[in-house]
Structures are given as structure tokens and as C-alpha cells.
Nanobody
Framework: VQLQASGGGLVQPGGSLRLSCAASGSIFATSTVGWYRQAPGKQRELVATVTSGGRTNYGESVKGRFAVSRDNAKNSVYLQMHDLKPDDTAVYYC??????????WGQGTLVTVSS
């Protein structure tokens, strides 16, 4: 499985941004997919995931501001981010966890929240 993330960039505090991740391979539809992020000097942390059945899980710091979704027909997962804060600045990684518990990571896309 290869994951290609896109959509990062520079946004002002309070702004919005949408990340996309396109996956190759036939296992996407049965995998849990989502996003993690890593800020400079910090550990990688959960942002949001969505299971094959549509169940979502969010990190505490993004609840109510971010929304994860998936389109199995396009082998894609998305992250809609609203009310962005400087603390959201990080490299965002697309992730897939297969039914066999194999982990796959995308290359990361940088989100910078700054005025």
C-alpha cells in the first residue's frame, strides 16, 4: 500500500484547510485509515481515524474542529480542519492499518498555522 498525502500549506489562525490522501492497493476499503501529526520536538500523535465501517476517533485537541472522512470508491481519506491554531502546526501523516495489523504511512504534508 502506498499513501500520497496532499493539501498542506500556510494558513492563518482561525482558518481552514483540507488534507487529502490517495492510497494504492486493494486493501484500502477494509483498512482503518486516518491521520497523525508530529510537531517539531514532539512525538507523533493521533489526529483522527475512520474504520471501514465509518466509526471515527479523534485526538482530544482536535475534537469539534476537525473532521475525517473516506471515499472507498476513490481509495481516499480526507481531513477537514477548521479553526486552526498555531499548535496545529505539524507534519501531517496519512496512515492505514490493515486487517492483518500492518501499518502503512504516507510521506507527510506540512501544515503551518501562523499570522
Amino acid at each position: 500500500v502506498q499513501l500520497q498525502a496532499s493539501g498542506g500549506g500556510l494558513v492563518q489562525p482561525g482558518g481552514s484547510l483540507r488534507l487529502s490522501c490517495a492510497a494504492s492497493g486493494s486493501i484500502f476499503a477494509t483498512s482503518t485509515v486516518g491521520w497523525y501529526r508530529q510537531a517539531p520536538g514532539k512525538q507523533r500523535e493521533l489526529v483522527a481515524t475512520v474504520t471501514s465501517g465509518g466509526r471515527t476517533n479523534y485526538g482530544e485537541s482536535v475534537k469539534g474542529r476537525f473532521a475525517v472522512s473516506r471515499d472507498n470508491a476513490k481509495n481516499s481519506v480526507y481531513l477537514q480542519m477548521h479553526d486552526l491554531k498555531p499548535d496545529d502546526t505539524a507534519v501531517y501523516y496519512c496512515h492505514a492499518l490493515t486487517l492483518a495489523f500492518h501499518n502503512y504511512w504516507g510521506q507527510g504534508t506540512l501544515v503551518t498555522v501562523s499570522s
